[in-house]
């Protein structure tokens, strides 16, 4: 039977690609992200080269009632969604240079709450009918700390830590959980978090494109792998970043905003 992907952040960059590369293997889509315009030019584009059937909804996983929504709009689609693709992210603003708590808050949501309960309402029914696949897409910045804007790193080091326990707990029942965890990664990220200074000067060998990153993740998820560095250069920088004698070696070369 056909597959059906749900992946949010799909209007751009990584979840485009993941839109892609699950599109080439003959899965349904379902795309979610704020820009209806893009998700519609997204969706027509892949439909045509693919000739698979590619839906799209408007959301903004920022306001609590999202994940709700989303679960009401594939029941009434009458959906079974056999891939979970949690990518929509952003840099976010930095604890205490925005005064006000309200984005934070909205920040939090998007990044952590919205993902947590897209599983909650989706990964059950993969385990019913024994096969499911869910991919958050984390960050090398959650593998370690940095003198960055204070939650988008521990924001990513929640999820793998949320995707390892899921992994255990789904041992054994066709479900796989992954965090996909890149360095740095040609998409439209850093221009709309206005850091293309730091882009611009960082050296081109630090810096994947969306292709392989996605590959990685899609790859380790068939595996089953939980926690996925992506990129030659991160996977070898993270079993020295997580060793304590090194930590400080590592921040230092990983910039933070
Ligand atoms: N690029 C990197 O270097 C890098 C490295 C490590 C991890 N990541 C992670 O990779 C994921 C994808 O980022 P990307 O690099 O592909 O960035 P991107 O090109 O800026 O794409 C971000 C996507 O997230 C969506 N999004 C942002 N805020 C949203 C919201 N409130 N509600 C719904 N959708 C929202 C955007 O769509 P709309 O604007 O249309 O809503 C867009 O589709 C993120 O979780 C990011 O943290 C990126």
Redesign the pocket.
């Known amino acids: 039977m056909k597959k059906t992907a749900l992946i949010?952040?799909?209007?751009?960059?990584?979840?485009?690609e993941f839109a892609r590369q699950l599109a080439a293997q003959g899965l349904d889509l379902l795309l979610?992200?704020?820009?209806k315009e893009?998700?519609e030019e997204v969706s027509k584009s892949i439909s045509e080269e693919f000739g698979v059937d590619v839906r799209n909804v408007s959301?903004?996983?920022?306001d609590p009632a999202?994940p709700r929504t989303l679960l009401t709009h594939v029941e009434a689609e009458g959906l079974a969604i056999d891939y979970l693709i949690n990518?929509?992210?952003?840099?976010g603003p930095s604890l205490f240079e925005e005064e006000d708590w309200a984005p934070q808050a909205?920040f939090l949501e998007?990044?952590m709450t919205s993902v947590t309960q897209l599983c909650h309402h989706f990964v059950p029914p993969m385990r019913e009918r024994g096969f499911g696949r869910v991919v958050n897409?984390?960050?090398?910045?959650g593998r370690l700390a940095r003198p960055a804007g204070a939650h988008?790193g521990p924001s990513?080091a929640y999820l793998v830590a949320l995707t390892e326990e899921l992994a255990l707990i789904l041992r054994g029942s066709g479900v796989h959980a992954s965090a996909l965890?890149?360095?740095?990664?040609?998409?439209?990220?850093?221009e709309?978090a206005g850091m293309m200074a730091m882009k611009n000067a960082l050296p081109g060998f630090m810096w994947y494109d969306?292709a392989t990153v996605v590959r990685d993740g899609l790859r380790a998820v068939e595996r089953g792998k939980p926690i996925m560095v992506s990129g030659r250069l991160y996977r070898w920088l993270d079993p020295v970043a997580q060793s304590k004698l090194f930590r400080p070696f590592i921040k230092s070369m990983i910039p933070g905003r």
């Not at 965890?181 to 850093?190: A, I, K, L, R």
């Open positions: 949010t952040g799909a209007s751009a960059g990584l979840g485009v979610v992200a704020r820009r893009k998700l959301a903004d996983l920022s999202a990518n929509a992210g952003s840099a909205r998007l990044m897409v984390s960050s090398f910045a988008y990513k965890c890149p360095g740095f990664t040609h998409t439209e990220f850093h709309t969306a």
